[in-house]
């Protein structure tokens, strides 16, 4: 069993950043494949991006490729979604998740585990 808590999300203005963490505990980051996702008002869950040390992939949505990134501390078992650029179309509640498989994985049913959420709103 693997437990996810995100933490980091807040009010930013346009084009600021924001980093978001997510601490994951119950196992090492390499033991899974590691996703982030939004869910904006009224809209379903997006993809934003994937990572899997051991596999030794990274890969990011199309609406944010560019613009975020995904790192992780091993010692803090902590992985982290770095915002730049922030538009006000990136307003969402994000969350971590993980899954068992260590391919690639982008959809939301491919994901075992779900942390809480944390809400990031982005001012015009």
């Known amino acids: 069993q693997v437990h996810l808590v995100e933490s980091g999300g807040g009010l930013v203005q346009a084009g600021g950043s924001l980093r978001l963490s997510c601490a994951v505990s119950?196992?090492?980051?390499?033991?899974?494949?590691l996703g982030w996702f939004r869910q904006g008002p009224g809209l379903e869950h997006e993809f934003v991006g994937t990572v899997n040390w051991s596999a030794g992939f990274t890969v990011y949505g199309d609406s944010v490729k560019g613009r975020f990134t995904i790192s992780g501390d091993h010692v803090k078992n902590t992985m982290y979604l770095q915002m730049s650029s922030l538009k006000p179309e990136d307003t969402a509640v994000y969350y971590c998740?993980?899954?068992?498989?260590?391919?690639?994985?982008?959809?939301?049913?491919?994901?075992?585990?779900w942390g809480q959420g944390t809400q990031v709103t982005v001012s015009s």
């Open positions: 119950g196992r090492d980051l390499d033991a899974y494949t």
């Open positions: 998740a993980a899954a068992r498989r260590m391919t690639v994985t982008t959809t939301r049913d491919q994901y075992d585990y």
